[in-house]
């Protein structure tokens, strides 16, 4: 799918896929120095970090295992809800593992803190996180997240894993939706 497809629902480009790609190479070769001989676990967030998921694994020279979370936090608008509740836990046991979380967006902050205390409460050996964007207010929180690729503004964005009422996710790139999508408000 690209920017044809999309005809006039696309606003703009915001990050293209050669940006995307580039910037996963070189979050991989930072993971890769870090973890040097450490059993890596990427912990996915289902659904929408399936793409950088993808992505980085595949970029990254050391062997590393795959698990998958799915947690509710948005519904299908472009709201946070607050409310965080587990869709789908992990398959794995990741007590003395090293973890590291893998999310498509921080936002408000509020899904990643809640993982991450959930996460450390099963007794990881190391826990981190690598998120594909921040947004402003992300900053804003006290949620350290070590691998970032890039600082947004604050706007609804879509692709590349990120999506709008659970369209869009398939863009290879990451973009802005025109208002008239939303119902013409611009939110
Ligand atoms: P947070 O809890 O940090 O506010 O965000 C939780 C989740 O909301 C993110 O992991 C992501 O799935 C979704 N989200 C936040 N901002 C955006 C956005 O701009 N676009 C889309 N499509 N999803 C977002
Ligand atoms: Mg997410
Ligand atoms: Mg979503």
């Not at 399936?50 to 608008?77: F, N, Q």
């Not at 099963?122 to 207010?137: F, H, N, T």
């Not at 706007?155 to 894993?161: H, K, N, Q, T």
């Amino acid at each position: 799918m690209d920017e044809k497809d999309l005809g006039a629902d696309l606003a703009k480009v915001l990050i293209p896929e050669s940006d995307l790609q580039a910037k996963v190479r070189q979050l991989a070769g930072q993971i890769d120095a870090d973890y040097v001989g450490k059993d890596l676990l990427l912990v996915g967030v289902l659904k929408g970090a399936v793409m950088i998921m993808a992505d980085l694994a595949r970029a990254l020279h050391a062997p590393a295992s795959m698990d998958w979370m799915a947690v509710s936090s948005y519904g299908s608008g472009t709201k946070s809800s607050g409310v965080v509740r587990i869709l789908k836990d992990l398959d794995t046991d990741i007590i003395d593992r090293h973890v590291l979380i893998v999310e498509d967006i921080v936002d408000s902050g509020l899904t990643l803190s809640w993982l991450v205390s959930n996460l450390r409460s099963r007794g990881p050996a190391s826990l981190e996180i690598c998120a594909l964007l921040r947004k402003p207010e992300a900053v804003k929180t006290d949620i350290d997240v070590k691998y970032i690729g890039f600082d947004i503004p604050n706007e609804f964005v879509i692709g590349y894993g990120l999506d709008y009422a659970e369209k869009y996710r398939n863009l290879p790139f990451v973009g802005t939706l025109a208002p008239h999508v939303y119902g013409g408000d611009g939110a």
